[in-house]
């Protein structure tokens, strides 16, 4: 909200970036533990222009404050958050812990009036040794599980979850043809490619209040998981076959509208797509010409420059 006074807009908010908590869980039946690791960030929008304005802080939460209230294990007074998620004896997803930082912020302060949390998790996976599932061993992932959870003080919420990093490559079931020729093309047309991709999405989910989000117990980890495998499924194909790709664009829009066609509480998802290019190796000599002739067998593998591809597809929704 922009606040205006002696003719002079200002815009402002304030908050702590990349607090790091991690949290076990012990389960008391089989002895399992589960694990997360989170980095998290804050921003409030708040009635503190004197702060701006004149030499008066009187309004402002200090961001020390903000790393307190929640930071893990905390004995002192006031620590509420804290409290509250030791309380919950059951795992949360990480969407419901930046819903529960967001309501306490603003509701806590009076003078603040949104709350932006944005977290995201490492993708801590639990190891298998001899086949079984460890029950307190845990490795590193690639890819990441991101949250945006904007609370209002009214409980409006929006909430946006998504995945950095997924990177996915196949080695054929890809071209690209019928594109733009003009005197600078030299790219040629081909219906054979190794197609590689490194993708960022995020996806919004239709909850417009915290108090309308479900309460299935880590309803938003399970949907993480099923998003990844839906966007997975569609850029590969079926195991055996595949499925072709004429463009990372196209790939992408499916990707996409499989998304909200599975996800009804999904309305709309962003993606970004790099193409990222393995170039065919052909190597000759004089009297070699066909040293390394390439056969979609030798590529050099590169990072730069990529395509840069992004879209959002969103359902249409009708003005009835
Ligand atoms: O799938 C592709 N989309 C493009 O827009 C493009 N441009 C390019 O050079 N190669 C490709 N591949």
């Known amino acids: 909200m922009a606040q205006e ?3 002079i807009r200002l815009e402002q908010k304030h908050g702590k970036a990349r607090v790091r908590v991690g949290r076990v869980w012990r389960d008391g039946h089989d002895g399992s533990h589960h694990f997360v690791e989170w980095n998290v960030s804050i921003s409030l929008l708040s009635h503190c222009l004197s702060s701006y304005y ?10 020390d404050t903000m790393k307190n ?25 990480v969407e419901e812990f930046s819903i529960l930082i967001g309501k ?23 190891v298998s040794i001899g086949g079984k599932p460890h029950l307190h061993g845990f490795k590193l992932g690639s890819e990441t599980h991101t949250v945006e959870a904007r609370v209002e003080k009214s409980g409006a919420l929006n909430l946006n979850s998504g995945i950095a990093g997924l990177a996915l490559l196949k080695t ?15 790219l040629p047309e081909t219906r054979e490619r190794m197609l590689a991709t490194e993708v960022n999405a995020s996806w919004r989910y239709s909850y417009d209040s915290v108090a309308s989000i479900p309460t299935k117990g880590l309803y938003f980890s399970e949907n993480f998981m099923d998003v990844k495998k839906v966007l997975m499924e569609t850029f590969f ?22 998304v909200l066609r599975r996800f009804t509480d999904v309305s709309s998802i962003h993606l970004k797509m790099p193409n990222i290019h393995f170039l065919p190796v052909n190597l000759s000599t004089k009297e070699n010409p066909s040293m390394v002739k390439f056969k979609d067998d030798v590529y050099l593998p590169t990072d730069e420059p990529h395509g840069s591809i992004e879209a959002t597809v ?5 003005k009835l």
């Open 314 to 318: 969103s359902r249409v929704t009708s």
């Open 172 to 186: 054929t079931q890809s071209g690209f043809e019928r594109f733009v020729r003009d005197k600078y093309t030299i």
């Open 54 to 63: 004149r030499d008066d802080n009187s309004d402002i939460v200090a961001t």
């Open 104 to 126: 306490h912020f603003c509701s806590f302060y009076p003078q603040v009036y949104t709350a932006i949390v944005n977290i995201i998790e490492k993708p801590w996976e639990r």
């Open 237 to 258: 194909g079926p195991p055996e076959t595949g499925v072709y790709s004429p463009s990372v664009q196209r790939t992408l829009y499916l990707m996409g509208s499989a």
């Open 5 to 7: 006074a002696d003719g």
């Open 69 to 93: 209230t929640w930071f893990w294990p905390i004995f002192y007074v006031g620590m509420k958050v804290y409290v509250k998620a030791k309380e919950c004896e059951d795992r949360l997803s």
